[in-house]
């Protein structure tokens, strides 16, 4: 089964999550920021405080994962082209990442749940999700319900 890449790869996005998320002033963040607004140390498409981010009060960037959904989102989806030189592709960016990224999620989850010995029909469970999920672009309501069924299911074998 081909599975994308779930690890980020920074230097093929186009810095999706540095404009689609919202940051909260706070522990985390030294700034307020809405979503769809650079934030204000980007640089072309690379952080310009990168080897000081927890210093400066940025510690939720050091944390975050998109777990290569912005690369796919900037690599397959628009074919490395990036809001930056075409302004107009925000918005359809910035929806594609909302949508992949809560499915690539679940697709780290399901590849990590691979080391537990789960019986045979948890396994059936887990490979059918896999192919589903890395299939599918939007988060649809089924596949989010068959997924967290199958978590709920995971961590009851998990505890047994």
């Avoid at 080897?51 to 998109?66: I, Q, R, V």
């Avoid at 796919?72 to 075409?86: C, H, I, L, M, Y």
Wanted: glycine share 6%; net charge negative; with cysteine.
């Amino acid at each position: 089964m081909s599975l994308p890449d779930l690890t980020s790869d920074c230097m093929n996005c186009a810095a999706l999550c540095c404009v689609s998320l919202v940051l909260d002033k706070g522990k985390m963040f030294a700034i307020d920021k809405p979503a769809g607004k650079p934030c204000p140390n980007l640089g072309g498409h690379l952080c310009t405080i990168h080897e000081s981010l927890e210093n400066e009060g940025f510690k939720g960037c050091t944390l975050y994962d998109c777990a290569g959904a912005g690369q796919r989102v900037t690599q397959e989806r628009f074919n490395g082209e990036s809001w930056r030189d075409a302004p107009e592709l925000l918005p359809a960016m910035m929806r594609d990442f909302a949508n992949l990224r809560p499915l690539h999620e679940r697709l780290t989850m399901l590849v990590a749940a691979e080391k537990y010995s789960l019986t045979p029909e948890l396994e059936e469970r887990r490979q059918q999700l896999i192919r589903k999920t890395s299939r599918i672009w939007s988060d649809s309501p089924t596949a989010k319900e068959a997924f967290d069924a199958f978590i709920r299911d995971l961590r009851t074998h998990a505890g047994s």
